[in-house]
């Protein structure tokens, strides 16, 4: 089962929405990349962004990245 739902702007509330995700034991979760960088302020931003969330997330939950305009899907590798 996979599951997605962070919708905030700011990067401390998306860190809350997504760990609140991956608590319910979830095997996946969606990143919605535009939300990484709504203010559209570059390829710079939404890489620092990335990382930054990346870096906090439950490293046993896999995700799949996808921008909701361009569904386009990236799946990391999982790790067993």
Do not use: Y
Not at 11 to 36: F, K, P, S, W
Not at 41 to 50: H, P, Q, R, T, V
Request: glycine share 6%; charged share 20%; net charge negative.
């Amino acid at each position: 089962m996979i599951a997605s739902g962070h919708i905030s702007e700011s990067l401390d509330d998306q860190l809350a929405e997504l760990t609140a995700i991956a608590a319910t034991g979830v095997d996946g979760m969606v990143l919605v990349t535009n939300r990484l960088d709504a203010r559209r302020e570059g390829g710079a931003k939404f890489i620092d962004d990335l990382s930054w969330l990346l870096e906090r997330l439950p490293k046993q939950i896999p995700s799949v990245s996808t921008n909701a305009r361009h569904p386009i899907a990236v799946c990391s590798p999982t790790t067993n």
